[in-house]
């Protein structure tokens, strides 16, 4: 047990150096050097999952996994412009995973409070940018209703719970709604002040935390 809390601990902190540098590399305009620590800082993330062999949630394990690979691949994508769409539907399947395995974690959850709420939150943004963003109006949309469909059965989990492993899942989901509502105003709207600084570090610190979140419940179910 200690090895393994050891183990966890030092992917945590390789995980938070790197993310550190990225964002350090993004803000100098170092493009080739942020282009090798963004993506090592999601794999570094990921990895932590692959020292979960034995599990009676495999599934879940999997599907969490697959959710971060896409994110990944999401990462790699947004690293140009060109491939920005490619980026948003990388991601798009990610949270589709994401929601997927809270599903098959805890069973949908119906919490009508929570779901109100992030459709105000998600639709409010969504009317507001709609003025610039032109062709990407359907494809924002449906990533909106996806994401805020993921953030209401990541809360919905902790509710159900209340533990420290779905806490984490609950503040995790939110962050990501935040940092992908950072993204969409920083394109369509306005550029926002060290918008990528805030953008990297509460994705990351999201994904850090449901890879942290899906360890735990893995290694309590084990």
Not at 145 to 174: C, D, N
């Amino acid at each position: 047990m200690v090895n393994e809390t050891r183990l966890r601990k030092i992917i945590n902190i390789l995980s938070a150096v790197s993310a550190i540098t990225a964002i350090m590399f993004d803000f100098f305009n170092e493009a080739l050097l942020y282009a090798i620590f963004k993506p090592l800082t999601t794999v570094l993330i990921l990895s932590l999952l692959f020292f979960v062999q034995r599990t009676n949630l495999s599934g879940f394990r999997n599907i969490m996994i697959s959710a971060l690979v896409f994110c990944l691949i999401g990462d790699i994508f947004l690293l140009r412009e060109e491939y920005f769409v490619l980026g948003l539907c990388s991601f798009l399947i990610g949270h589709v995973l994401f929601t997927t395995g809270f599903v098959k974690l805890g069973g949908f959850q119906f919490r009508w409070t929570s779901l109100i709420v992030l459709i105000g939150i998600g639709a409010g943004l969504f009317f507001w940018l709609r003025p610039g963003l032109g062709p990407f109006e359907l494809p924002v949309g449906i990533y909106v209703i996806v994401i805020v469909l993921m953030a209401w059965q990541g809360t919905s989990l902790f509710l159900k719970q209340g533990q420290k492993a779905y806490a984490l899942i609950g503040i995790a989901v939110l962050l990501f709604m935040f940092s992908d509502a950072i993204i969409a105003i920083n394109k369509f709207k306005s550029s926002i002040e060290l918008g990528g600084l805030l953008i990297l570090s509460t994705y990351w610190l999201s994904i850090g935390l449901i890879s942290n979140a899906t360890y735990l419940i893995l290694k309590k179910r084990d």
